[in-house]
């Protein structure tokens, strides 16, 4: 047996948390230490050496594609495919355990998967049912409340009646909302988890077949679990000390979402005889980078402590640009990007990082303009779009009729004579009757009060859905989603609205069928459960992974939360400003600033070589204009670590010389093949070829120091040497 592979790239702390023997562990160490490599790798050792069978292991990580990579990695290791181990994310592991025991769980078999979208027009229907009042109960804020109470672990039930007013009508719509779902056979994210723990909580048959099942338990991303998560995984190992976690106290980012960091202190006492592994050493970034994140961490109070060095080398600097606005950011990003892609760099190589979703419009319109592909994860996700939700709605009703939330999406989408007091009195129906709409929609056509033309109307929705089942019957699950989106109506719908809109959201739907043709049906499900319910539960969990480019080579552009555990050669964290980043939120109150700056440490720490800091001098986000400070994070850097980079010295500095010269030979044209030419960073070297004309001349060099190279023109800044 060859082990050399599993250990040998892994330095003395590592290899030892790899080769322990099964006992309860907790990995606790910095940024780009080598956490996620050592689980990979613990996996595969107790597979090939402690004769663990695949089918015995449990892993659970953060988001979708860190799952997609710890298997490719552990199945490379190993060599063979690992397709019976269970790896994903706490909601999809959830989900497959409440799939599998869904009587045991109480839920209908075919039930379905809300994402927060959908939750939030769940909610926001149900206070209109209840005539609570939209703007003194955002929507926004219940579902905030409700899904607070679920990652408590706390039912309705378990609550008592507050004498506050404000609190027993939150206890009132909770309780409501509850109903509604186990009406309608609907679960939100955070009811994944609360029903999968309450699953094993009640059922001791399901729970025992697990804790024999699951001989070993890891979790990456520690830090970052909730209460109901921790409960869940005690659970799972309870009276046995096979649960191996990682973490890092100081990327602790979603408490703002119910993460406990104290599950790392809690894990210590509940599992006594754990033992503790650090580690130290870096093996991402530059020492540059890594000094600045350690230097802005140290602002907090409170950490576990730990210091991260590395032997990489001091690199180069980290560059500060001050933009005049956020177009000229954007625009500088984008710049940089295109000279690094000209310079030979993958696009996929590059970050772009922001706190706020709507920042990345900017960046994408840039991005766009200059045809430079890119990819935006976790934004608007291709599940989110409204035309996929709507052929996505047709396929819940077809599979569960009393899926309320479908069933209002497209009642009238594409319009057809179904108008707002019809729906109005179905949903009263619904209210008085305590059954779902589909339900109340029959009964109001039996009640026969309706106008034969709405009437008419809404008969013929019934049927269209009833029909579609029908046909679908036996047909592959792409099929079935082709014919959904043949026969419903929507693409003739999309076909009326102005040309480019409508025919991206036709592609869409084509795409749709693509993914359904794609969907790997194997490798989420082991039993044998509907193939259409598979689909349109991965539909509500997929977080955007497996768009159609996902090999295309392309800019990655994120928040800073979802790049947590990832790594980037060249990072621009963007909107380095007080009130964005920290978010305005967080600046008077302390807990919350300092898991800004957690976030702010998670950020830096992507980068492997170069990482660009940026802020906007003014700046327009949600319609508002402002002069924002620069961040307070910038000055917890040392000076000795940045250098600030101006793109248009010509605007705001004389022309240096050198500048000149090489402004007159572009404007001229070109340099002479052979021409020997000097360029700041890697030397001397000689013109090879040319191409392209104006602003996308590109001239290819033979660096004496580093070879050939490709260089933009117009930011090469040659110098032109004599002889
Ligand atoms: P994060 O806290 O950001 O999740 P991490 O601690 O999980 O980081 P990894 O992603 O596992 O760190 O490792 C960071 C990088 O260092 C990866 O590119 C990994 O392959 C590399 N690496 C880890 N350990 C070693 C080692 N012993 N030798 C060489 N490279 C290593
Ligand atoms: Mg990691």
Redo the contacts with the bound molecule.
């Keep these: 047996m060859d082990i050399t592979k599993i250990i040998g ?3 003395d702390a ?1 290899r030892q948390a790899v080769t322990a023997p099964s006992q309860a562990m907790l990995v606790l ?10 689980l990979v790798h613990r996996i595969a050792w107790q597979i090939q050496v402690e004769g663990e069978s695949a089918h015995s292991i449990l892993a659970v990580t953060f988001t979708n594609k860190a799952a997609k990579e710890m298997r490719g990695r552990i199945e490379d290791l190993l060599k063979v495919s690992a397709q019976t181990l269970w790896i994903g994310t706490f909601h999809g592991i959830a989900h497959r355990l409440l799939r599998r025991h869904a009587k045991e769980a109480k839920l209908p078999e075919t039930f379905q998967v809300m994402d927060s979208g959908d939750q939030l027009r769940v909610i926001k229907r149900l206070l209109n049912t209840l005539n609570f009042d939209d703007s003194k109960w955002p929507p926004r804020e219940v579902q905030w409340y409700i899904n607070a109470q679920k990652d408590e672990g706390i039912r309705a039930r378990h609550m008592v009646e507050a004498a506050d007013i404000h609190q027993r009508q939150m206890l009132r719509i909770y309780r409501a909302y509850e109903e509604l779902c186990d009406r309608s056979g609907l679960v939100d994210f955070a009811e994944l988890l609360l029903r999968a723990h309450e699953l094993l909580r009640d059922n001791p048959a399901v729970l025992d077949f697990y804790q024999q099942r699951f001989r070993q338990v890891h979790v990456d ?1 520690f830090q970052d679990t909730n209460t109901i998560q921790y409960a869940w995984l005690r659970l799972l190992t309870d009276g046995k000390d096979n649960l191996f976690v990682v973490g ?1 106290d100081d ?1 602790s980012i979603y408490g703002w979402r119910g993460a406990k960091i104290e599950n790392i202190y809690s894990f210590q006492k509940h599992y006594p005889n754990h033992q503790v592994i650090k ?1 130290e050493q870096n ?2 970034s530059t020492g540059t980078i890594l000094k600045a994140a350690n230097k802005i961490i140290a602002n907090n109070a409170g950490r576990m402590g730990k210091e991260l060095w590395t032997d990489a080398g001091e690199g180069d600097k980290i560059s500060l640009y001050a933009a005049f606005n956020e177009q000229d950011e954007a625009y500088f990003v984008v710049e940089r990007i295109r000279a690094w892609v000209n310079e030979g760099g993958l696009r996929s190589d590059a970050a772009i990082l922001y706190r706020s979703n709507a920042q990345s419009r900017q960046f994408e319109e840039k991005l766009m303009a200059t045809g430079t592909p890119y990819r935006v994860y976790g934004g608007l996700r291709f599940f989110d779009r409204a035309e996929i939700k709507n052929a996505l709605a047709y396929l819940r009703l077809m599979s569960n009729r009393h899926d309320d939330a479908s069933f209002e999406r497209v009642i009238n989408t594409p319009t057809r004579g179904i108008g707002a007091k019809a729906i109005d009195d179905i949903r009263c129906i619904a209210r008085d009757q305590s059954i779902s709409l589909w339900a109340a929609a029959i009964v109001l056509i039996n009640q026969r009060t309706m106008t034969a033309r709405a009437a008419n109307a809404l008969t013929g929705f019934l049927e269209l859905i009833k029909n579609l089942d029908k046909q679908a019957e036996g047909l592959a699950l792409y099929e079935k989603v082709r014919l959904v989106v043949e026969k419903c109506g929507l693409v003739e719908l999309y076909q009326k609205e102005k040309m480019d809109k409508g025919e991206e959201k036709i592609e869409n739907l084509e795409e749709l069928v693509n993914a359904a043709r794609l969907f790997d049906f194997d490798q989420e499900n082991e039993e044998n459960l509907g193939e259409l319910d598979m689909f349109l539960a991965h539909a509500a969990l997929e977080s955007g992974d497996s768009q159609a480019d996902d090999f295309e080579d392309c800019v990655q552009l994120m928040t800073l939360h979802s790049a ?2 990832l ?1 980037f050669k060249l990072v621009f964290l963007v909107g380095m400003e007080e009130g964005l980043f920290p978010s305005q939120q967080s600046v008077d109150d302390v807990a919350r600033l300092e898991e800004e700056r957690r976030l702010c440490y998670v950020g830096m ?1 992507r980068a492997m070589k170069q990482l660009y800091l940026t802020y906007a001098e003014s700046r327009r986000l949600y319609g508002r204009e402002s002069y924002p400070r620069p961040s307070r994070f910038l000055r917890e850097i040392p000076a000795e670590f940045l250098q600030e980079v101006r793109m248009r010295a010509t605007v705001s500095r004389p022309v240096t010389a050198v500048q000149a010269k090489a402004a007159s030979l572009q404007a001229t044209g070109s340099y002479k093949l052979g021409q020997r030419v000097g360029h700041a960073k890697f030397g001397e070297g000689v013109v090879l070829q040319m191409e392209g004309s104006g602003a996308q001349e590109r001239v290819q060099i033979n660096f004496k120091q580093v070879g050939v190279k490709w260089l933009m023109l117009a930011y090469a800044k040659l110098e032109v040497l004599q002889g």
Excluded: F
């Design positions: 790239p892994l330095n590592q160490a910095g940024a780009g230490s080598g956490k996620t490599r050592v991303e890092d990327q580690l093996y991402r947590k555990g790594e720490t």
